[in-house]
């Protein structure tokens, strides 16, 4: 399902210019990272394609819904947003009907709601966890309730705020895997994120924000290739990016694929 801002701009009510005349879209299935320093706007932004947040002017359209005239219950079938604080979401007495609520509300019946319960949980590995009490589980587990609750509702499109937060790299590698397989569904994928190398790791396209403005927009290689005005956003390149630069490597590298590859061609010819 597209997603297109035309001219989007937003004032908080106490007088704060969070976003000034953002135009873009996102392609149905697409997997997009968003960075940029706090206050760049960032939460602000997807936080229209839900309606949590309304335009001051200008529109967002989720497929053929303007944000404007549908209601944030509504939206849900659409968007699902994954919050940074798995706590501001959890609030059942277990894992199964916590990650029941949301096609519940959807007004799914009984056996489809058992689906999509079953493929939450075994996408997230909490299926030995059903009867638990969400906070007998370590905040990195509480995370994953919160991500299946979202995917239980079956949207087309999942948002991710700040998934790597606090997390241990063994969930940061099931996160990036649940990333993927949503993608392979048709999803369209969208992540906030601080955590540059896990950005360029499991998306395809990255948008920079600064100042409420629409800095950078492109490929994931495209976007981390231009250092100086990502340094602006006060989000530096990936490490291998970095350290390439630094060998005087003439190709921008993400990966550790790339950076092999680009620093054995400059050990052939390293004028």
Known sequence: MQIELQDLHF????GVEALRGVSFQIPAGQKLAIVGQNGAGKTTLVKHFNGLLKPT????????????????????????YVFQNPDDQLFSRTVAQ???????NLGYDAQKVESLVTDALTLTELTDQRETNPYDLSP??????????IIAMDTPVVIFDEPTTGQDAANIA?????????????KTVIAISHDIDFAVENFTR??????GKLLLDGSV?????????????????PQLTRLATRLGLAETVYDQASFLSAYARWRKDPS
Do not use: C, F, N
């Open 221 to 237: 290689l495209e976007v981390i290739a231009q250092a100086e005005t990502l340094a602006t956003t006060y989000v530096d390149p």
């Open 174 to 186: 099931r996160i990036g895997r649940i990333i993927q397989t949503l993608h392979q569904r048709g």
């Open 206 to 211: 990255m948008i920079a924000m600064g100042q």
């Open 98 to 104: 916590e990650v029941a609520v949301g096609p519940k």
């Open 11 to 14: 004032t908080y009510p106490s």
């Open 57 to 80: 002017s200008g529109r967002v359209l989720v497929g053929d819904w303007d944000t404007r005239e549908h209601t944030v219950a509504k939206l849900a079938a659409r968007v699902g």
């Open 140 to 149: 990195t587990w509480r995370k994953m309730v919160a991500l299946a609750s």
